[in-house]
């Protein structure tokens, strides 16, 4: 498998999740890949066991990408998988009862991230003579979700801001790709509070995934594979898409299987 042989990745919040499963098939196709989190423990452990390189990023800050990609020789693809739903410490997010703090810490990850990222990015690749850009959006950044306000404006942002990358470089004549992916009801840790443990998991399993199509969660394993794409030479016409895994949610509503 060698589909980015010879190519220099970097993906943020690669500790784990999603990030874990695209540097996995990264170097699983040949790519050389540096992961990058805040967490650095658990993404050096990450980067051993897959066979990667390893820098501790926290993608809010200017000074942390400057560090990171000054060290770098060249740069053919980065990921901006690194974010946070503002839920994880119970805080309120709805658009009545938000605090301003914790609207501005969601978007300082989401979104100040990505553009930061993109920003280094785009610098690092000029040296390369080009690369892909990828940026890990959500469905939530297509519809509203009215008890994660904070999480859906900043993933509607990186969108938008995947688009304006995307035509920027076409306009400096830069051979540099900008794309998103926008996943739904993927199984990572971050839903294991909402689904807990016990002989209810299932049942809760289930009621999560009642109104997808597909009835089933997807896996990291399966947004990787469409990162891979995006990142290989395979992608090369397409610059400012939009790609959504989400086992058909956004196409509608389907038919519930017939039963005897």
């Keep these: 498998m060698t589909r980015l042989s010879d190519k220099f990745a970097l993906v943020t919040g690669a500790a784990q999740g999603i990030g874990a499963a695209i540097a996995r098939a990264f170097v699983a196709e040949g790519a050389n890949v540096l992961v990058t989190d805040i967490d650095a423990e658990a993404g050096a452990a990450t980067a051993r066991e897959i066979g990667a390189g390893f ?19 060249r740069l053919d693809i980065l990921v901006n998988n690194a974010g946070i739903t503002g839920l994880e410490a119970g805080a ?5 009862n938000a605090g301003l703090e914790d609207w501005h810490a969601v978007h300082r990850t989401n979104l100040d991230g990505v553009f930061l990222g993109c920003k280094y990015g785009i610098r690092a690749m000029r040296k390369s003579g080009g690369g892909a850009i990828i ?45 998103s992916i926008h996943p739904a009801a993927i199984l990572t840790p971050m839903w294991e509070p909402m689904l807990g443990s016990g002989p209810d998991r299932d049942a809760r399993m289930r009621e999560f995934v009642a109104d997808t199509p597909l009835r089933r969660f ?19 016409y397409m610059t400012g898409t939009e790609l959504n895994i989400d086992g058909g949610i956004l196409a509608g509503s389907a038919a519930a299987p017939a039963t005897d």
């Design 55 to 73: 820098a501790a990023l926290d993608v809010r800050e200017e000074a942390d990408w400057q560090r990171v990609t000054g060290r770098l020789e």
């Design 92 to 96: 309120a997010h709805d658009p009545e």
């Design 135 to 179: 940026n890990v959006s959500s469905r939530s950044g297509l519809v509203g979700i009215p008890a994660a306000a904070a999480y859906a404006s900043s993933k509607a942002a990186v969108r938008n801001h995947t688009k304006t990358v995307a035509l920027y470089c076409a306009e400096q004549e830069l051979d540099i790709r900008c794309n």
């Design 218 to 236: 997807g896996t990291p394993e399966e947004v990787a594979a469409v990162a891979v794409l995006l990142a290989s030479d395979e992608a090369a």
